[in-house]
T-cell receptor, first 113, second 111 residues
Framework: NAGVTQTPKFQVLKTGQSMTLQCAQD?????MSWYRQDPGMGLRLIHY???????DQGEVPNGYNVSRSTTEDFPLRLLSAAPSQTSVYFC????????????FGSGTRLTVV | QKEVEQDPGPLSVPEGAIVSLNCTYS??????FMWYRQYSRKGPELLMY????GNKEDGRFTAQVDKSSKYISLFIRDSQPSDSATYLC???????????FGQGTRLTINP
């Protein structure tokens, strides 16, 4: 039982490049979400999904896309990277939309130059 | 004004001390309260989860919620160097999808 797995752990991008951050969970969790963590800002919700085929925007969705084709996977796509997207990204999951004890992945550290 | 305020510290205490970590929140609609612990370069892990006002104890950890004053606390008894981490409070309105986090308090327990 691996929990929530995020890849890659580290990434450097040039401004304007696109990439996909991967998130997979093996706990059959219904709810999945993406957060970014910045110094002094805490964790902020980017996008979330309450089940396969259902996604919605969080607090800071601009510049990011998501899709949820399976229960297990919830990739986050950066469309055209900007230096403001330099951050640590965390994927989190929970077995239901009303259970708030999230399981977090270990994070992806992204630098955009 | 942030919805959840948490002193970022850093807080440094000697081993064995009682640690008190605190958050205040502004929205009386918040109903669920959590404390997460985050070690350096790791993801947050759930430490405590409470619904109502009052205390909840789990080993050396006690979570306290006072809804009347919109104040949440985490107490760590007999603190250990392994407790050194950043502690994040979080809260949510029932049915909402956005967990609102405090900034996190960086705690160091000195041997």
């Amino acid at each position: 039982n691996a929990g929530v797995t995020q890849t890659p752990k580290f990434q450097v991008l040039k401004t304007g490049q696109s990439m996909t951050l991967q998130c997979a969970q093996d706990m059959n969790h219904e709810y999945m979400s993406w957060y970014r963590q910045d110094p002094g800002m805490g964790l902020r919700l980017i996008h979330y999904s309450v089940g396969a085929g259902i996604t919605d925007q969080g607090e800071v969705p601009n510049g990011y896309n998501v899709s949820r084709s399976t229960t297990e996977d919830f990739p986050l796509r950066l469309l055209s990277a900007a230096p403001s997207q330099t951050s640590v990204y965390f994927c989190a999951s929970s077995y239901s939309r009303v259970n708030y004890g999230y399981t977090f992945g270990s994070g992806t550290r992204l630098t955009v130059v | 004004q942030k919805e959840v305020e948490q002193d970022p510290g850093p807080l440094s205490v000697p081993e064995g001390a009682i640690v008190s970590l605190n958050c205040t929140y502004s929205n009386s609609a918040f109903q669920y309260f959590m404390w997460y612990r985050q070690y350096s370069r790791k993801g947050p892990e759930l430490l405590m989860y409470t619904y109502s006002s009052g205390n909840k104890e789990d080993g050396r950890f006690t979570a306290q919620v006072d809804k009347s004053s919109k104040y949440i606390s985490l107490f760590i008894r007999d603190s250990q160097p392994s407790d050194s981490a950043t502690y994040l409070c979080a809260t949510i309105i029932q049915g909402a999808q956005k967990l609102v986090f405090g900034q996190g308090t960086r705690l160091t327990i000195n041997p």
